[in-house]
């Protein structure tokens, strides 16, 4: 069974680029408020939740460093752009070793089919086979 966990409450963006509280609807599991990581379940006791101080003082503190917050989605996009190339050489690499084992091993097997055919029609020593090659 999957758990289900509420949903973070995220300010909206006024036109001028501050955070602004909006009331969502909430989802049936509730929302966490950031401020104070409590979960509301109830429309009405999250629209008080925003007018308390701990909220509008985390809400302030928002806006002051609004920038800092950018900056650091900006280089967290970037980290995770990083990673997926980093991934995808990796897949990439995990692939052509794949293949190369599958070679190996039909080479593996192909010579020692040879073997036990050669060994079934005579006695053969490996340094009278690597003599014979030249």
Known sequence: MISETPETYVPALSEQGEY???????????IRCPC?????????????????????SWLRH???NRENYYKEAMERKEIVRQQQQLLTAKEVE???LTTHI????MTIFELKEEVRTLRGNQTVSLIDLDEGEG
Do not use: C, W
């Open 102 to 105: 599958a070679a190996l091993s």
């Open 20 to 30: 602004i509280d909006h009331i969502p609807f909430l989802p049936p599991i509730g």
């Open 36 to 56: 104070t990581q409590r979960v509301y379940e109830r429309r009405q006791q999250f629209r008080t939740h925003t007018g308390s101080e701990i909220h509008i």
């Open 62 to 64: 928002m806006n002051q």
């Open 94 to 96: 995990i692939a052509k």
